[in-house]
């Protein structure tokens, strides 16, 4: 063997090829390892050489690390763990340095301090202090040893003084920022919790700043994956006096229960869910239930865009989770408002807490007496019906009903304060029943627009109308696909015709006027189009139906009109509209309320519902109207009917007023109506 060889490493042999095997998929690591062993394998002789030099390289980068390196990564390290680690090695050191100062002088026996003679240790340690604190303090020292000593120590609480000043100052400003992003604990309790962020939350703020009034303190959080300060602004522009209602703001994922923990969950009286996505609300839903998994310390009130998802979760959630479906809250009432006027503002004034709003109460005392007793029995209250001991909620019971120890009586009053009993009175003389004529329905309903609402707005109205009834679609092709239009609709009673029309308002209003209608049903363009934009165009052709109507070629004619936007409710006014559903207004208004009181859901189902309890405008003439002297008469007489007199409507002005005292003095007449409850159908939990 040539002596060449016998110097080769044992590693450059060569060596046999394993049998194959099937391919396999390698990570980057191991491939970088296979190219590495071919590239030693290819080495020359001189390897051995590079080995060693390698091993030398590779064992040298595994030597520890010197002094200086670890004390810099702990350095380093403590400054990433936050400034009030650094301050306390500041302060440690701070220490440190007084202390040598004070041993220093002790020890080597100093004089001149402050021109005087030998210090202890307890008055060097004073001194040193002083000096670390106080630059100018070592001016007085006699003796150029202490005088040196003393501008060292000097020196060294400049900058460790500065250090601490400007890192406590830093640590507060970064405690601010982070108050400013929202990201601190609630310890709220007993508070309306605002889960999500939409257009509706500063409508349902103000709702619950006007419920909270009465209180002496009221909470509302809100926590949402928005900007603190842009949720704060909004808020304080929408709601300019908050009352006794402290506002609380804090960011985080509506859907992660850790951030859920930031605003107390489980001290919340109500937690209201609001999202435009409704997969966005069925995860909150799951994270609250995994913090309260039977909603005991709160009901939740929740906002769903879809019916099935609506269906969903009160078949899977149980009866503390209220669920309010926008647009078919905005249908329905669109559907009242159609069959009278007055309607919208009677709802309006029962969903909002400015005014007279929706109460329940237990009286003892009514126990026994019959439900026509206990309607006269309430100077400020209209009593409109029971909630039983069996959660069955009964509006416009038999005048005869006898009322329950248990029972909770549903009445209407300006504030829970003024929901009381004055005492029972016998029950005024009132004339005979007067039966009136059925009046007919409408013959020809005019829609000007459209939008994913109309099928819901149609499926209402035709509970309504008789098949005689012809519904008539105008819509721009610009905005919306026509020909989809008729195969969207389910309706059994109406005949629906639907036309495609471009034009302005003006132009829209001259088509439509080529037949005879009784009612005009404006909806905004709500898919395609911006709301402001839909609003604006919805309201230059409630101008133009107003023209016509000004100048007498319309007749009689009903106007409704759909906005999308609160602010705009003023302009709508101006334009003469009978009434006008604004959508975003009153979805917040039923949340609001919903989260105050939860049975309030079974109230305002039964109103909503066609196939419930009716509200309804009669006409005064139907009760006797001149021998109605006062408005505890109109409800004697309304009584008679097996109807509950809730208000009245002035012919004259279009006013609806809503429980007048008992005791107000009446002068109806033919023009004027009252407004009633009547037949009713019980509401189980």
Not at 138 to 160: C, E
Not at 205 to 210: A, G, I, Q, R
Request: hydrophobic content about 45%; aromatic content about 6%; charged content about 20%.
């Amino acid at each position: 063997m040539n002596p060449s060889e016998q110097s080769q490493p044992a590693a450059a042999k060569p060596v046999s090829n394993p049998p194959a095997r099937p391919p396999r998929r390698q990570g980057k690591a191991v491939n970088r390892r296979g190219r590495g062993e071919q590239s030693a394998t290819r080495a020359t002789s001189s390897a051995a050489s590079t080995t060693g030099a390698a091993a030398s390289a590779t064992s040298g980068s595994t030597q520890p690390a010197g002094i200086g390196a670890r004390l810099r990564y702990m350095f380093d390290t403590g400054l990433s763990r936050g400034p009030s680690v650094v301050i306390g090695w500041l302060g440690l050191l701070t220490l440190l340095v007084i202390l040598l100062a004070a041993l220093l002088m002790t020890f080597l026996g100093l004089v001149g301090v402050n021109g005087g003679a030998r210090l202890g240790f307890g008055e060097a340690f004073w001194q040193a202090m002083l000096r670390v604190v106080d630059a100018g303090t070592f001016a007085g020292d006699s003796s150029w040893p202490t005088r040196m000593l003393g501008l060292a120590i000097t020196f060294a609480g400049i900058f460790l003084a500065g250090s601490l000043i400007g890192l406590i100052a830093n640590s507060v400003d970064q405690r601010v920022d982070g108050l400013r992003k929202g990201r601190s604990t609630v310890l709220e309790t007993n508070h309306t919790l605002i889960l999500g962020w939409s257009s509706r939350v500063p409508v349902i703020v103000s709702e619950l700043v006007l419920a909270n009034e009465s209180l002496r303190r009221g909470v509302v959080v809100v926590l949402a994956n928005e900007e603190k300060s842009v949720m704060e602004e909004e808020l304080r522009d929408h709601v300019p006096d908050f009352l006794t209602t402290r506002l609380v703001c804090r960011r985080g994922h509506t859907d992660l229960p850790a951030d859920l923990d930031l605003v107390n969950v489980s001290g919340a009286r109500s937690i209201i869910v609001v999202d435009e996505n409704d997969s966005t609300v069925i995860k909150t839903l799951l994270a609250v239930r995994s913090i309260d998994p039977a909603f005991e310390n709160a009901h939740l009130v929740v906002e769903t865009n879809s019916e099935s998802t609506e269906t969903s979760i009160r078949s899977l959630f149980g009866s503390r989770v209220v669920t309010v479906n926008s647009d078919q809250i905005v249908a329905e009432l669109t559907a009242q408002a159609c069959r009278q006027r007055g309607l919208s503002t009677v709802f309006r004034e029962l969903l909002d807490f400015d005014g007279d709003e929706v109460y329940f109460s237990r009286f003892p005392e009514v126990a026994g007496r019959t439900f026509a007793e206990a309607q006269l029995a309430f100077e400020d209250s209209a009593i409109m019906g029971r909630l039983t001991q069996d959660g069955v909620v009964e509006l416009n019971p038999a005048p005869e009903t006898v009322l329950h120890e248990q029972d909770e009586l549903i009445g209407i009053a300006s504030d829970d304060s003024t929901f009381l009993c004055g005492g029972f009175r016998a029950a005024p003389d009132v004339p005979a029943v007067l039966t009136l004529p059925e009046t007919a329905g409408p013959t020809r309903i005019l829609v000007v627009g459209w939008s994913v609402l109309g099928p819901r707005v149609l499926a209402e109205l035709d509970e309504f109308l008789s098949p005689e009834t012809v519904i008539e679609i105008i819509a721009d092709p610009d905005q919306v696909e026509v020909e989809q239009i008729e195969p969207s609709i389910s309706v059994n009673n109406v005949q629906i015709e639907v036309a495609a029309f471009r034009g302005g308002p003006e132009e829209v209003t001259a088509y439509a006027v080529r037949r005879h209608f009784d009612e005009v049903i404006v909806l905004g363009y709500r898919d395609r189009i911006s709301s402001d934009d839909a609003d604006a165009r919805t309201l230059l052709t409630l101008m133009a139906f107003n023209q016509l109507v000004d100048n007498h070629e319309l007749g009689d004619v009903r106007i409704v009109a759909e906005l999308l936007e609160q602010r705009h409710t003023p302009l709508a006014v101006a334009t003469g509209a009978d009434d006008f559903i604004v959508s975003v207004e009153l979805t917040s208004l039923l949340i609001a309320q919903l989260s105050e009181r939860q049975e309030l859901d079974l109230v305002f189902r039964d109103l909503f519902d066609p196939s419930g309890c009716v509200t309804e405008l009669r006409p005064a003439i139907a009760y006797g109207a001149e021998a109605l002297q006062t408005f505890a008469h109109v409800v004697a007489a309304a009584s008679l009917q097996n109807q509950t007199a809730l208000g009245y409507r002035l012919g004259g002005t279009g006013e609806v007023v809503i429980n007048p005292p008992k005791s107000t003095e009446l002068a109806l007449g033919v023009l004027d109506s009252v407004l009633v409850l009547r037949s009713t159908t019980p509401v189980l939990r």
